[in-house]
């Protein structure tokens, strides 16, 4: 009971106990979900009074739901339990008898409503994702992974029981469970209990060929079974199937294979799998020979909306640029503010920036340094040294917010790391111990800051320091060097210019083919008047 019985629903454990003839029948209409993109979460992001908190929800099903008093060995019908629960109202009964919601309003809710229907949107299951011990340090971020060709399913059901049908139970009590994902006997046996979830796995070590035999025919029935049964992710593995064999040629891409391949995906992100919409999104943006479903961006955004209300945060990411750039979709920077926010909430730290962006500048949206503070703050803590630069220059200049040195100088030092590589932070730090802004000046730390970043204009302004002795004692030597790195390795055309006379003074037949191949590569005109001046006969 504890692990079905709906959120909110009263304490039973006084009407269940004993034996005798006496049940508890419940009816639940799922009609939609609420969730979050943030996948993870450690118990240092939580604010408020969270002591003790060990979960937090990711997500909630809702509808509605009616309990009543039943016998053992009857079975009643949804509608039979909501009427007996109107008559017991009617009649003054109480006790054990309890309803919230509607069976009529959930019948009329539509799959793409944007918001829970009225008089149907009672919690009836949470799901919930253990806090982390700790929250992982930028440089630990984990490295995104692609998701499952064919996603697996997972049990949401409490320590001790497994999901069997619609409810939780206890393995010895349940007809049928979903099987682990890997183990195929397993899969084979519940799957011919009656466990669709369990054919659905079965489809897949069918498709894979490794614990059985490969038999694409029969992975097909197994995936169509399991989404007529309800089973999201089995409509959209059998939509990826179809669109497979017509890429390979193994069925002909005609008009009636299109439909099969968009009856199943379309029914996949209509059910509910964010992921499938994602993907279905993809689909309907493809162009060229490999293509199968004509391209139709209008429908692309479409499941692409649907799979960022799901909680799945590429699919935010997704629709935030489309709506930003203004191409596939109408340009609206207004709504994109907030896709975006959900992306960046779910681990899309490039969206973190976009977002900051967009409300530091006040482009299609209302400028506000304090938010966008803390879109690039979120960014930064996801790895992301761009973000760490950029809050670092809006608490530096003051852009929407106090001035802050020391909260600037933090996220600069955040952004560019012992181990790893944040150019523009680094460039950032570097220039704030070169002018001495809020912090003791310190050319030889910049310096070695600007070295860092080579590639960057770094090495032409470390070696230009170490050149003129600024601040530092002069090393002609490390300056040669790093001019050289600077010119030969990066291009850049000042450190070349400045690298040519130095090395004319050590090796003149050296320089003079310095300036040849200068001179044939970039045009350069004063390259070309140092090699004739040398002797070189023009190319």
Not at 306 to 331: F, I, Q, T, Y
Not at 385 to 412: E, L
Request: proline letters at 6%; glycine letters at 12%; hydrophobic letters at 35%.
């Amino acid at each position: 009971m504890q692990a079905n019985v709906p959120f909110g629903a009263p304490a039973l454990s006084t009407a269940i106990e004993g034996g005798g003839s006496a049940a508890i029948d419940v009816a639940l209409v799922p009609t939609g979900k609420m969730a979050t993109t943030v996948a993870s979460s450690s118990a240092q992001d939580l604010s408020g009074s969270c002591e003790g908190a060990t979960h937090f929800v990711r997500a909630a099903l809702l509808g509605a739901f009616a309990m009543t008093p039943g016998s053992r060995g009857t079975a009643r019908t949804v509608d039979q339990v909501f009427g007996a629960v109107g008559a017991a109202a009617t009649a003054g009964q109480g006790g054990t008898t309890s309803k919230e919601g509607e069976l009529e309003a959930c019948r009329a809710a539509k799959p793409d409503a944007q918001a829970p229907t009225e008089r149907c949107h009672a919690p009836l299951r949470l799901e919930l994702v253990p806090l982390l011990t700790k929250k992982a340090a930028a440089a630990e971020a984990p490295v995104k992974q692609a998701e499952d060709e064919f996603p697996k399913l997972s049990s949401l059901c409490p320590l001790g029981t497994v999901p069997s049908g619609a409810k939780c139970s206890p393995p010895a009590l349940a007809p049928a469970h979903l099987c682990e994902p890997n183990d195929a006997r397993s899969c084979a046996a519940e799957c011919g209990k009656g466990d669709v979830g369990s054919c659905y796995h079965l489809g897949i070590q069918y498709l894979g060929g490794k614990d059985f035999p490969r038999d694409d025919a029969r992975a097909a029935e197994l995936f169509e079974k399991a989404c007529g049964a309800g089973v999201t992710q089995a409509c959209y593995a059998r939509a990826k199937q179809l669109l497979r064999d017509m890429k390979s040629a193994k069925v002909p891409p005609d008009a009636a294979g299109r439909a099969k391949v968009r009856e199943f995906a379309d029914k996949a992100c209509e059910m509910g799998d964010g992921w499938a919409c994602f993907s279905v999104a993809e689909w309907y943006l493809s162009e060229g020979p490999q293509a199968v479903l004509p391209k139709d961006p209008t429908r692309a955004v479409a499941f692409l909306r649907r799979g960022c209300d799901l909680g799945h945060g590429p699919s935010c990411s997704a629709l935030g640029k489309m709506l930003v750039e203004g191409k596939l979709a109408a340009k609206d920077v207004g709504v994109a503010v907030g896709v975006l926010q959900r992306a960046c909430q779910g681990g899309q730290s490039e969206d973190c920036v976009d977002l900051g962006d967009i409300l530091r500048k006040g482009q299609g949206a209302p400028k506000d340094g304090v938010k966008a503070i803390a879109a690039y703050s979120h960014g930064c803590s996801l790895g992301d040294m761009r973000a760490c630069n950029a809050a670092g220059s809006v608490y530096a200049q003051g852009d929407g917010v106090p001035k802050d040195v020391a909260k600037a100088y933090s996220f600069f030092e955040k952004g560019c790391p012992e181990k790893g590589f944040g150019a523009d932070a680094c460039l950032s730090l570097a220039g704030m111990y070169e002018k001495g802004n809020g912090i003791p000046k310190d050319m030889s730390r910049a310096a070695a800051l600007y070295e860092k970043v080579c590639g960057t204009g770094g090495c032409l302004r470390a070696a230009e320091i170490w050149q003129r002795g600024d601040g530092v004692t002069a090393d002609p030597e490390r300056a040669y060097s790093l001019y050289e790195k600077a010119c030969t390795q990066w291009g850049e055309k000042k450190a070349c210019d400045a690298f040519g006379p130095l090395l004319e003074r050590k090796d003149k037949e050296r320089a003079r083919t310095f300036y040849a191949d200068q001179c044939m590569r970039t045009q350069d005109k004063a390259a070309c008047a140092a090699q004739k001046r040398l002797g070189g006969a023009p190319r």
